[in-house]
């Protein structure tokens, strides 16, 4: 399976934000994007997980199962938010993705409480999400991208707020899902730490 982009163009507003983005990832290959504040990384990756429309351009799955339209049906998105309701204990709001998100072809996710184990949280699952720290709800968030199996993910600066050890952490899970044949698009603005990716520099405004 290859993901495939081809001239890219997004737009927020009267502003077109980037243009002519192309790219080719294939199974165990990541891409990590990076630039300044405002430049578009965001709106790259929301049209990526078909978020936004692109105002031109393609983005697709060569080789992959034939039932699939759209990439972002085989894609885990994790944007600046964590996604969780601060009411629902982290049990509930895993279980809840856990269900709403199945597992792709190709891979099973792993119970609540080995995904809690994983990001170094086990044993709070019981607690409101809200009551967890900025960088635990971070965790819990990754959590996420291992309790239903999709073999693309596309994380928008995965590691803001965690502290040195969850880096660690994050970088083995990382490493763990490209050897595994998963693909990675990941936004951010400091090393994450999983050895060799491809790079996309975003730049600005283009208009
Ligand atoms: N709904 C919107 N309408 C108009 N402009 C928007 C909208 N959302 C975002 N923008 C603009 O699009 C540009 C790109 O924003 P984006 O969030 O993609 O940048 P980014 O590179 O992810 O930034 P950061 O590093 O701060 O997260 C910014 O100038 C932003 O103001």
Redesign the pocket.
């Known amino acids: 399976m290859r993901l495939l982009a081809e001239g890219l163009s997004a737009r927020?507003?009267e502003?077109l934000?980037f243009n002519d983005i192309s790219f080719a990832l294939g199974e165990g290959e990541a891409l990590v994007i990076t630039?300044?504040?405002?430049?578009?990384?965001?709106?790259?990756l929301?049209v990526l997980a078909g978020l936004l429309r692109a105002e031109s351009g393609t983005f697709r799955i060569e080789g992959g199962p034939a039932e699939f339209a759209h990439p972002h049906e085989l894609s885990h998105y994790l944007g600046?938010r964590n996604a969780m309701k601060r009411e629902l204990t982290v049990r509930e709001n895993l279980s809840f993705w856990q269900r709403f998100m199945g597992d792709s072809q190709g891979g099973s996710g792993v119970d609540i409480a080995a995904a809690a184990e994983a990001v170094g949280l086990a044993g709070i699952t019981h607690l409101p999400f809200g009551y967890l720290s900025a960088g635990q709800q971070r965790r819990m968030a990754m959590a996420k991208l291992l309790v239903a199996y999709r073999p693309i993910w596309l994380l928008?600066?995965p590691t803001a707020a965690l502290d040195a050890g969850a880096d660690r952490l994050f970088a083995g899970l990382v490493k763990a899902h490209l050897e595994g044949g998963g693909i990675l698009i990941a936004?951010t603005?400091q090393p994450l730490g999983f050895g060799s990716a491809q790079s996309l520099q975003?730049k600005g405004?283009t208009h």
């Not at 630039?35 to 790259?44: R, Y």
């Open positions: 927020r507003g502003d934000i630039g300044p504040n405002g430049s578009g990384k965001s709106t790259l929301r600046h928008d600066e936004a603005h975003m405004f």
